[in-house]
């Protein structure tokens, strides 16, 4: 019962290195998105995808890039990161089903600290 | 375009008291709405859904109906105890979508 894994669960990272947030899922389910959690915010999405090969910007996406290249991994690259990008990251994945209402299952986070 | 707006808190409450959060949204079409709930230091998980007008969710004794007149979602329960403390998160999917608007959440506290 693995659902959606997160790695790492902390981090730490210096201004301007770059690094990548690892989710996997085993639900076989089409989508796939990142959030990002601040206070005073609620969640906010940064990318999402709908299938391998298939991606697309949320709301948040400056300064992040995704991939999809298989249906069970979906990957949030830091290229250059900032102390803006200070935030937990939540993986979040789902069926796509018409008429709406699907369960999105989340991810456990990861806590990420730039300094 | 979609929103979703709650209460924000942080509010504490004595064990048994009664918790109301509000929780109103903004969407085109008719959307599915959520309550999502995050306990210290985890992950969200889902807590209840409604995916039609006057359908009521309800999950370890908390209670929501979607109100389609009111555009209300509001979470319910009527004797808390100090391990629902946690961020409770409102939240909606615009039919034909599988994006999550999320409100900003709410932190709860629960004293024995």
């Known amino acids: 019962n693995a659902g959606v894994t997160q790695t790492p669960k902390f981090q730490v990272l210096k201004t301007g290195q770059s690094m990548t947030l690892q989710c996997a899922q085993d639900m076989n389910h089409e989508y796939m998105s990142w959030y990002r959690q601040d206070p005073g915010m609620g969640l906010r999405l940064i990318h999402y995808s709908v299938g391998a090969g298939i991606t697309d910007q949320g709301e948040v996406p400056n300064g992040y890039n995704v991939s999809r290249s298989t249906t069970e991994d979906f990957p949030l690259r830091l290229l250059s990161a900032a102390p803006s990008q200070t935030s937990v990251y939540f993986c979040?994945?789902?069926?796509?089903?018409?008429?709406?209402?699907?369960?999105?299952?989340f991810g456990e986070g990861s806590w990420l600290t730039v300094v | 375009g979609n929103s979703v707006t709650q209460m924000e808190g942080p509010v504490t409450l004595s064990e048994e008291a009664f918790l109301t959060i509000n929780c109103t949204y903004t969407?085109?079409?008719?959307?599915?709405l959520f309550w999502y709930v995050q306990y210290p230091g985890e992950g969200l998980q889902l807590l209840l859904k409604?995916?039609?007008?006057?359908d009521k969710g309800s999950n370890k004794g908390f209670e929501a109906t979607y109100r389609k007149e009111t555009t209300s979602f509001h979470l319910e329960k009527g004797s808390v105890q100090v391990s629902d403390s946690a961020v409770y998160f409102c939240a909606l999917i615009r039919g034909g979508s599988e994006k999550l608007v999320f409100g900003k959440g709410m932190k709860l506290t629960v004293n024995p």
């Open positions: 969407a085109t079409g008719y959307p599915s």
């Open positions: 979040a994945s789902s069926y796509i089903r018409t008429g709406g209402g699907n369960t999105i299952y």
């Open positions: 409604a995916t039609k007008a006057d």
